[in-house]
């Protein structure tokens, strides 16, 4: 059964945009995303009987444009309270310090192939960066 609420879809596309852009790894793409939530927020498109169908269809939004799953807006009906996202959060980098930055095996092969393992997860961009630069930079170019 649906029922009808008071919910308002403008802030939570507003603030999905901008974390969309803030943080996703293509700015390009994140820009035509949020400018696509934009558009279809002012044709009504998340005028919607309540938030559990409002993420599933902005999470069709979010995935439109090059099909990236990784991309939703999820609908949780209880809150998530801030020590249990502080947790998560602790987890997360719990995982990323065991896989060594995101990439937890960095190889040199005979005939100087090198194999770069990355984790099977990936991380904030901020904590990332500079361990995947390194292992993606190395070994460095032969000496000539």
């Known amino acids: 059964m649906t029922t009808l609420t008071n919910l308002q879809p403008a802030p939570v596309i507003d603030e999905t945009a901008r974390l969309l852009t ?4 293509f700015p390009e793409i994140a820009e035509q995303v949020a400018d696509l939530l934009q558009r279809r927020l002012a044709e009504g498109a998340y005028d919607v009987d ?8 902005v999470t069709e939004d979010l995935q439109s444009v090059n099909d990236d799953k990784h ?10 309270s801030p020590e249990q996202g502080a947790a998560t959060l602790d987890s997360i980098r719990r995982d990323f310090d065991t896989s060594l930055g995101g990439a937890p095996r960095v190889e040199l092969l005979d005939g100087g192939v090198a194999v770069v393992e990355l984790a099977p997860m990936l991380f904030p961009l901020e904590w990332a960066a500079e361990p995947l630069s390194a292992a993606l930079a190395w070994p460095p170019a032969p000496r000539r």
Not at 22 to 25: A, P, T
Not at 71 to 80: E, I, N, S, T
């Open 22 to 25: 803030e943080h996703y790894v």
């Open 50 to 57: 309540g938030a559990e169908e409002l993420a599933r269809v």
């Open 71 to 80: 991309l939703r807006l999820k609908y949780h009906a209880d809150p998530v």
